[in-house]
């Protein structure tokens, strides 16, 4: 290939990353669509369901309590977390949706990827299963990318 074809490559290249990631969106280009809803609503749903605080559960979780182990511990039905957990974040979705920043499809893949992200931040225990802050998260994250 010549210089001029190389380049002309390059350039349309880069053109088409450009329309991707303005397509992708300003909160994947930024970071924050790293799961199916916000980890802190389904905290702030779970506070809620269980009748403790956001801080409760991450004390717990540093101590190594699940959700789950937590729920039965305030004797709390593990399903009944669940179903809370579910709906919770299936009334973020709708309001992303309504609020135009998501589309039909995507709320759809989202609310069908729910049930895992539920069940895995009820089942996950130890200190770093939950933050609970979001600076933390983003330390975390951005320290990944320094040892890369």
Not at 26 to 51: C, E, F, I
Not at 56 to 73: M, N, V, W, Y
Not at 75 to 85: F, N, R
Not at 106 to 129: R, T
Request: net charge positive.
């Amino acid at each position: 290939m010549t210089t001029k074809r190389l380049a002309r490559l390059l350039v349309s290249t880069l053109v088409l990353g450009a329309a991707l990631a303005m397509l992708a969106g300003p909160s994947l280009a930024n970071g924050h669509d790293r799961g199916v809803v916000g980890k802190q609503t389904l905290l702030a749903a779970a506070a809620t369901y269980l009748g403790v605080t956001q801080a409760d559960i991450s004390a717990a979780r540093k101590a190594g309590q699940s959700l789950a182990q937590l729920a039965t511990s305030k004797g709390k039905s593990v399903q009944g977390l669940t179903d809370a957990l579910v709906a919770a974040g299936n009334a973020s979705i709708d309001k992303s949706l309504a609020a135009g920043t998501i589309t039909a499809d995507q709320a759809a893949a989202k609310k069908a990827a729910l049930p895992a992200q539920v069940q895995a931040l009820i089942n996950a225990s130890g200190a770093g299963a939950c933050s609970g802050s979001k600076a933390s998260a983003t330390s975390s994250h951005s320290s990944a990318f320094r040892r890369r």
